[in-house]
């Protein structure tokens, strides 16, 4: 099922290269400096809104499809070191402390474990780092949340693993990080009707 996600992703792209989503994009990745790994870079959505504050580019991406679609796109920040790695989220192939800033876009709902997925997060933040977040996350409105539970399977076999039901926000702040700032929102279209998000910056605690 890879393959099939990596296409469909593609052409559902379409619509995010000007819409809402791609202002969340822009507005998050303007704060994202220095060396950067993105994790789940997916095929590179993302990479037009860096900035030449980024000094160095790591993408991770575990779907060899979706990877095929991320080279066509690697239009980085000029003087910027990139780098496109296999790796997944809960083992990022880098040293401890060893980025600024670790990115994460509608990522976080299909890893197999979150909590395994943020650690590494933090193990790779130097002190005074930030982590980046947009994810969709389970709904608090009790008939949303119905919905989600009703879609979660199919979610499963057809968007890579994808769990709507996931509390994303508890599993950060339980993971350690504080949240400096968090907006939140909903995905647009017919999938805003159950896929609520949030975005924001967060930093580990104690460092």
Not at 20 to 43: F, K, M, S, T, Y
Not at 50 to 71: F, G, I, K, S
Request: aromatic share 6%; net charge neutral; hydrophobic share 40%.
């Amino acid at each position: 099922m890879s393959w099939l996600f990596a296409q469909l992703y593609e052409r559902g792209s379409r619509k995010q290269k000007t819409g809402p989503i791609d202002g969340w994009r822009h507005e998050l990745l303007a704060q994202a400096a220095g060396e950067v790994v993105e994790i789940g870079a997916g095929n590179g959505l993302n990479l037009k809104h860096y900035t030449d504050a980024v000094t160095r580019l790591v993408l991770t991406e575990p779907n060899q499809h979706m990877r095929a679609h991320l080279r066509t796109r690697l239009q980085v920040p000029d003087g910027a070191e990139v780098e496109l790695s296999e790796g997944y989220a809960e083992a990022i192939p880098l040293p401890d402390n060893s980025v600024d800033t670790v990115v994460s876009t509608l990522v976080l709902c299909s890893v197999k474990s979150q909590a395994a997925a943020l650690a590494e997060a933090q193990r790779v933040l130097r002190p005074g780092g930030r982590f980046l977040f947009l994810e969709h996350v389970g709904a608090d409105d009790p008939g949303k949340a119905l919905l989600q539970r009703v879609m979660k399977p199919l979610c499963g076999i057809f968007a890579d693993g994808c769990n709507p039901t996931r509390n994303t926000l508890g599993a950060m702040e339980a993971a350690g990080f504080e949240i400096e700032g968090l907006q939140r929102s909903q995905m647009p279209g017919l999938s805003g009707r159950f896929a609520p998000t949030i975005q924001g910056s967060a930093k580990v605690l104690d460092r």
